[in-house]
């Protein structure tokens, strides 16, 4: 399972970690991952952390935008922003990956990050 | 702009069969086994439906299938169902100087 911090709303600027915390499997033995979904738009694969070893991947397209990390003393994974910008205002699920991290298993329930001055 | 390219929207009634095709290149789905199918409800979070072209994880419905010729790979769903209206998305492990993974822009079914 799951478990992902609550909704969030922020001015431009400020910064941001959302969390997920996950229950019932080894964390440390599975990469989880991060996946935005802009209003009415697609899914996008953010990156993927294995917390045996912190071992991170992130996509082209929001490398050096965010930071993942994870915690493996209390089983969770983050999500951070150091400088919020409207454009970040999104849902974000966190997932945990099956096999390697080609494909997302389970789905956290999302959280709801909205950026407005 | 997705990699990968889905249909906007399919249609299909209760009861027919209908694929979602998912084209890539050369660097991802003609490549690599890791092409992945989710659906999503509206207000809901995905879930995975294929995995690894054309495996079902444990409990999924066997009217829910997937292939991959070429750079395209595809979603089948036979016995169509009023449940099965969604959006789904294909994704596809990148093997590039930095490794990932990307969704297509994702297809819009309607059961008529």
């Known amino acids: 399972q799951l478990v992902q911090s609550g909704a969030e709303v922020k001015k431009p600027g400020e910064s941001l970690k ?12 599975y990469w989880i991952g991060w996946v935005r979904q802009m209003p009415g738009k697609g899914l996008e694969w953010m990156g993927v952390i294995y917390p045996g070893d912190s071992d991170t991947r992130y996509s082209p397209s929001f490398q050096g935008q965010v930071t ?30 099956g096999s390697g991290y080609s494909y997302f298993d389970y789905w956290g329930q999302g959280t709801l990050v909205t950026v407005s001055p | 702009q997705s990699a990968l390219t889905q249909p906007a929207s399919v249609s299909g009634s209760p009861g027919q069969s209908i694929t979602i095709s998912c084209t890539g290149t050369s660097s991802d789905v003609g490549t690599y086994n890791y092409v992945s199918w989710y ?65 297509g822009g994702g297809t819009k079914l309607t059961v008529l």
Not at chain 1, 78 to 84: D, E, R
Not at chain 2, 72 to 92: H, N, R
Request: aromatic letters at 12%.
């Open chain 2, 39 to 103: 659906r999503q409800h509206p207000g809901k979070a995905p879930k995975l439906m294929i995995y690894d072209v054309s495996n079902r994880p444990s409990g999924s419905s066997n009217r829910f299938s997937g292939s991959k010729s070429g750079n395209t790979a595809s979603l089948t769903i036979s016995g169509l169902q009023a449940e099965d209206e969604a959006d789904y998305y294909c994704s596809s492990y990148i093997g590039s100087s930095t490794p990932h993974v990307v969704f």
């Open chain 1, 18 to 29: 959302i969390s997920c915390k996950g229950s019932g499997y080894s964390f440390t033995n």
């Open chain 1, 68 to 97: 993942i990390s994870a915690d493996k003393s209390i089983s969770t994974a983050y999500l951070q922003w150091s400088s919020l910008k409207a454009s970040d205002t999104a849902m974000y699920y966190c997932a945990l990956c």
